[in-house]
């Protein structure tokens, strides 16, 4: 049974740091790109960041680039998110979920679809506030 769980969420205050986790069981997780998406009440869910399956590149949407990093490690069959320099706008659900590829990807720029990934964890808050 393909079962992805995220850990690692909290309340931390604006600049600081967090390390989301997607542990991946009953399937390689480098056998599929996975993605990190997160969603905000009333919102819809939005991607972040997502690494894909042989190759390891990774890709970013522009508010998540340069303070957030995407890893995989495959001994621990587990995706990393590591979130720096945090901002209150960050705060949301995030979630982590397998795709075929990181699609939708034009001149190096990943324009993320929900509708593309397939299997999804059940989430973990993130909340960034002073």
């Known amino acids: 049974q393909v079962q992805l769980v995220e850990s690692g969420g909290g309340l931390v205050q604006p600049g600081g740091s967090l390390r989301l986790s997607c542990a991946a069981s009953?399937?390689?997780?480098?056998?599929?790109?996975i993605g990190w998406f997160r969603q905000a009440p009333g919102e819809e869910r939005k991607g972040v960041s997502c690494?894909?399956?042989?190759?390891?590149?990774?890709y970013y949407v522009d508010s998540v680039k340069g303070r957030f990093t995407i890893s995989r490690d495959k001994a621990k069959n587990t995706v990393y998110l590591q979130m720096n320099s945090l901002k209150p706008e960050d705060t949301s659900v995030y979630y982590c979920?397998?795709?075929?590829?990181?699609?939708?990807?034009?001149?190096?720029?990943?324009?993320?679809?929900?509708?593309?990934?397939?299997?999804w964890g059940q989430g973990t808050q993130v909340t960034v506030s002073s």
């Open positions: 979920a397998t795709a075929t590829g990181c699609w939708n990807v034009y001149d190096s720029r990943w324009y993320p679809s929900a509708t593309a990934f397939g299997s």
């Open positions: 009953g399937f390689a997780l480098d056998s599929y790109a």
């Open positions: 690494i894909r399956s042989t190759s390891g590149i990774t």
